[in-house]
Structure formats: structure tokens, C-alpha cells
């Protein structure tokens, strides 16, 4: 009998994910008619409704898992409470209210100091308004404690699974594996300042889990209110076409304020074809393509910048390095688990 090699552990996963996410993606983009005008069939697509869909659907499951985190919370409290022979409102008194220290005069006026501009009015009018702020913030810290703590006793697991959405990443700037089990793609702009903070979480990440995640850069440039946005985006696919984008986009996002000599005076700093470059942003090569992404963007449901994909799945946590290592390790774990129940 001849013997047949069977695909390395990784390329299995790899392929589970490509699986998991296709199947996800094709009912989520089949077309059908809601109507007819004159016998004549109206198309879902036709009525361009899908990203308001996508956009409930998204809050729909946030809606579920803040449900319940609610439940867990207070369940975790009952039966903690009742161990000590507590009712929950005693036990949560005790180890969040009474904790929860009214600020000191120094930490009201550091609050109103940093603010003042913005607030517009004299401290004395407000003082005990911050302070209110100030104890019940410290509340909530204490809180998401205290659940944080009852939760890691336990062993919790979440069955419900994110939508997923069916963005296209052929052609698109990226670095890792095209086989990599996770893919995170993020649709940003350059001059918006979250994106630009978000580049050092994406950089640590990128370095930690090496091939085991694909990165894809997406553009959505708000044009509206960051005027050089779109420009710097077709200024990034003219270096890509010179296969230096991943470092033409470092480096627009870590540029103080982009302008139109901006992009030229970078592909010189980085020593490339100035000339060919300077022709590609001239013609407006890639100006469609850039716009293409926004409009996939739209029909998605993404309206801001960062919005990070996870194998298609919106991430619901801050885009931090704890939010996004949570959602990448727990689509890792999915990914083996599917692979592992295929075998």
C-alpha cells in the first residue's frame, strides 16, 4: 500500500480556519429577492441595506455577552455572599462600596485641571459633581475586580459565536502567512489619532505571535474631517507597487501632520524610486482601489477608524495589547478545537 502523508498540525488549522471562515462568509453574502416591482425581482443588494444589517447584527451580539457578563456578575456575587451567609447587596457593599474612598481635594482639582478647557466653568460650580464622578469611577474599578477575581475561579466559557464579516483581503498589504489560522484586518486611516496610537499594540502582537497571525491593512479614509487621509492611502499602495509598504505606513502613522510633500520627502528617506513614485500618486493609480476598501467598508458596517477584524469577527474589547491578545488566543483555541473534532 502506498503510504500518504498526512498536513502538518499547522497547515490543518490553517485550513480549519479558511473553512470556518468561508462557510460563515458565503451565508452571509447570498443574494435574494425581497420583492418584486412589476414582476421584476429587487435584490437585498440592490437596496444597499446590508451594512445597516451587519451593524445590528454586531450590536445584537454585544447585547448578548453584556447580558451576560450582568448574569454572571451577580450570580458570582450571590453565591459568593451566601458562602459568608451574605445577601449579595451586603456582600457587594462591603467589598465594593465601603472601598470605594471619596476623592481628596487634590485628586477633584488634578481632574478639573486636566479638563478645565473643555468643562468651561469655575471648579467651585462643579466640585462636588467631580468628586461624585470620581467615587463612582473608582466603583466600577473595584467591581470589575472583584467579578474579574470570582470569574477566574471558575471555568466559563462563551458558545455563542461572533458574526463574521466577509472582507476581502486578496490584494490587499499584508504581512505573515497566507495560511496563518488567524487573520487580523484593520481598516484605518492615517490621520486619525487612534489609529496612530494603536500601531505599538499591533507591532508588539505582530512580534509575539510571529506566523501564527496574517495582518491586513485595510484603508477607510475619513475624508471629511482628515483631508490628506485618502492621499496618504494611495501614497502607501504607490510604495507597495515598490514593495515597501509595510514601512510607507509606519512611517505616515508616525508622521506629526501629513502633507502633500510629505509622502515624496518619505519614499526619498527610504531610498526609493522617487520618480516612479511621484508618477504613480501624480496619476492617481491606485485612487480607486483605495476607494474601494472604504465603500466595502460602508457596505460592512464599518463607519470608524480602528476597527479590527479577527478572522472576520469585529473586536468588541478595547484595542489594546490585553483586549487583543484575548481575542486572538480565543480564536486560536477555536480554530484547534475545530481541527482537533475534524481529525
Given at each position: 500500500m502506498k503510504n500518504v502523508?498526512?498536513?502538518?498540525?499547522?497547515?490543518?488549522?490553517?485550513?480549519?480556519?479558511?473553512?470556518?471562515?468561508?462557510?460563515?462568509?458565503?451565508?452571509?453574502?447570498?443574494?435574494?429577492?425581497?420583492?418584486?416591482?412589476?414582476?421584476?425581482?429587487?435584490?437585498?443588494?440592490e437596496i444597499q441595506v446590508q451594512g445597516e444589517l451587519r451593524r445590528l447584527e454586531q450590536e445584537a451580539f454585544e447585547a448578548k455577552l453584556k447580558a451576560f457578563d450582568n448574569f454572571v456578575a451577580n450570580k458570582l456575587i450571590e453565591e459568593a455572599a451566601s458562602r459568608e451567609g451574605l445577601s449579595g447587596e451586603e456582600f457587594f457593599s462591603r467589598e465594593?462600596?465601603?472601598?470605594?474612598?471619596?476623592?481628596?481635594?487634590?485628586?477633584?482639582?488634578?481632574?478639573?485641571?486636566?479638563?478645565?478647557?473643555?468643562?468651561?466653568?469655575?471648579?467651585?460650580?462643579?466640585?462636588?459633581?467631580?468628586?461624585?464622578?470620581?467615587?463612582?469611577?473608582?466603583?466600577?474599578?473595584?467591581?470589575?475586580?472583584?467579578?474579574?477575581?470570582?470569574?477566574?475561579?471558575?471555568?466559563?466559557?462563551?458558545?455563542?459565536?461572533?458574526?463574521?464579516?466577509?472582507?476581502?483581503i486578496d490584494g490587499a498589504p499584508s504581512e505573515g502567512p497566507v495560511d496563518a489560522p488567524v487573520t487580523v484586518v484593520e481598516f484605518s486611516d492615517f490621520e486619525c489619532?487612534?489609529?496612530?496610537?494603536?500601531?505599538?499594540?499591533?507591532?508588539?502582537?505582530?512580534?509575539?505571535?510571529?506566523?501564527?497571525?496574517?495582518?491586513?491593512?485595510?484603508?477607510?479614509?475619513?475624508?471629511?474631517?482628515?483631508?490628506?487621509?485618502?492621499?496618504?492611502?494611495?501614497?502607501?499602495?504607490?510604495?507597495?507597487?515598490q514593495d515597501r509598504s509595510s514601512e510607507f505606513r509606519r512611517r505616515l502613522f508616525s508622521a506629526e501632520q501629513l502633507e502633500e510633500e510629505s509622502y515624496a520627502n518619505i519614499a526619498a528617506?527610504?531610498?526609493?524610486?522617487?520618480?516612479?513614485?511621484?508618477?504613480?500618486?501624480?496619476?492617481?493609480?491606485?485612487?480607486?482601489?483605495?476607494?474601494?476598501?472604504?465603500?466595502?467598508?460602508?457596505?460592512?458596517?464599518?463607519q470608524s477608524t480602528p476597527t479590527l477584524l479577527i478572522n472576520g469577527a469585529r473586536l468588541t474589547e478595547m484595542p489594546d495589547v490585553a483586549g487583543l491578545t484575548k481575542a486572538i488566543d480565543r480564536e486560536l483555541e477555536r480554530v484547534a478545537l475545530k481541527s482537533r473534532a475534524d481529525d
Amino acid at each position: 500500500m502506498k503510504n500518504v502523508s498526512r498536513p502538518s498540525a499547522a497547515a490543518r488549522l490553517a485550513a480549519t480556519a479558511l473553512l470556518l471562515t468561508a462557510t460563515v462568509l458565503a451565508a452571509q453574502t447570498s443574494d435574494q429577492a425581497i420583492a418584486t416591482i412589476d414582476g421584476e425581482p429587487v435584490l437585498e443588494s440592490e437596496i444597499q441595506v446590508q451594512g445597516e444589517l451587519r451593524r445590528l447584527e454586531q450590536e445584537a451580539f454585544e447585547a448578548k455577552l453584556k447580558a451576560f457578563d450582568n448574569f454572571v456578575a451577580n450570580k458570582l456575587i450571590e453565591e459568593a455572599a451566601s458562602r459568608e451567609g451574605l445577601s449579595g447587596e451586603e456582600f457587594f457593599s462591603r467589598e465594593v462600596v465601603e472601598k470605594a474612598e471619596a476623592p481628596t481635594d487634590e485628586q477633584v482639582e488634578a481632574f478639573y485641571e486636566e479638563r478645565k478647557e473643555q468643562i468651561g466653568e469655575p471648579i467651585e460650580n462643579i466640585r462636588e459633581k467631580i468628586a461624585d464622578f470620581l467615587q463612582n469611577q473608582r466603583r466600577e474599578e473595584l467591581r470589575a475586580e472583584l467579578i474579574e477575581g470570582l470569574r477566574a475561579k471558575r471555568d466559563i466559557r462563551i458558545l455563542l459565536d461572533p458574526p463574521r464579516l466577509p472582507v476581502r483581503i486578496d490584494g490587499a498589504p499584508s504581512e505573515g502567512p497566507v495560511d496563518a489560522p488567524v487573520t487580523v484586518v484593520e481598516f484605518s486611516d492615517f490621520e486619525c489619532p487612534y489609529c496612530k496610537r494603536i500601531q505599538p499594540v499591533l507591532a508588539e502582537l505582530h512580534s509575539r505571535y510571529g506566523d501564527r497571525v496574517r495582518w491586513v491593512a485595510k484603508d477607510l479614509p475619513l475624508s471629511g474631517i482628515h483631508p490628506q487621509a485618502q492621499r496618504a492611502a494611495e501614497a502607501a499602495r504607490c510604495a507597495g507597487d515598490q514593495d515597501r509598504s509595510s514601512e510607507f505606513r509606519r512611517r505616515l502613522f508616525s508622521a506629526e501632520q501629513l502633507e502633500e510633500e510629505s509622502y515624496a520627502n518619505i519614499a526619498a528617506e527610504m531610498e526609493m524610486d522617487v520618480e516612479a513614485f511621484e508618477a504613480c500618486l501624480a496619476e492617481g493609480r491606485h485612487r480607486d482601489s483605495v476607494l474601494a476598501d472604504a465603500n466595502e467598508a460602508f457596505q460592512l458596517g464599518v463607519q470608524s477608524t480602528p476597527t479590527l477584524l479577527i478572522n472576520g469577527a469585529r473586536l468588541t474589547e478595547m484595542p489594546d495589547v490585553a483586549g487583543l491578545t484575548k481575542a486572538i488566543d480565543r480564536e486560536l483555541e477555536r480554530v484547534a478545537l475545530k481541527s482537533r473534532a475534524d481529525d
